[in-house]
């Protein structure tokens, strides 16, 4: 069984900066994407960042130039730096990952920018 573990959420002034991990544990052979979501309140969940074995990376166009997305294949953990946060970025951010076929999700990590 995979289990993954969020942290790095918080509150966070305009400006500012966060930085959210996502580590997978358990019984693992492979991992074929590691991705983070977010899901504003009354709003869809979207994608925020990907990061796709063989190093393809994909950003949502509202945070290109502010976060970052990488991956520690040895830790089986992916980060995400967001700079530069906005009051707009607020949401639960939640992590992805395609892990031997299988599709897991984390629990969510709240995110709060505001003044």
């Known amino acids: 069984q995979v289990q993954l573990l969020e942290s790095g959420g918080g509150l966070v002034q305009p400006g500012g900066s966060l930085r959210l991990s996502c580590a997978a544990s358990?019984?693992?052979?492979?991992?074929?994407?590691m991705g983070w979501y977010r899901q504003a309140p009354g709003k869809q969940r979207e994608l925020v960042a990907v990061i796709k074995n063989g190093g393809s990376i994909d950003y949502a166009d509202s945070v290109k130039g502010r976060f970052t997305i990488s991956g520690d294949n040895a830790k089986n953990t992916v980060y995400l730096q967001m700079n530069s946060l906005k009051p707009e970025d607020t949401a639960v951010y939640y992590c992805r990952l395609f892990i031997d076929l299988n599709d897991y999700w984390g629990q969510g990590t709240q995110v709060t920018v505001s003044s």
């Open positions: 358990g019984s693992i052979f492979s991992i074929a994407a």
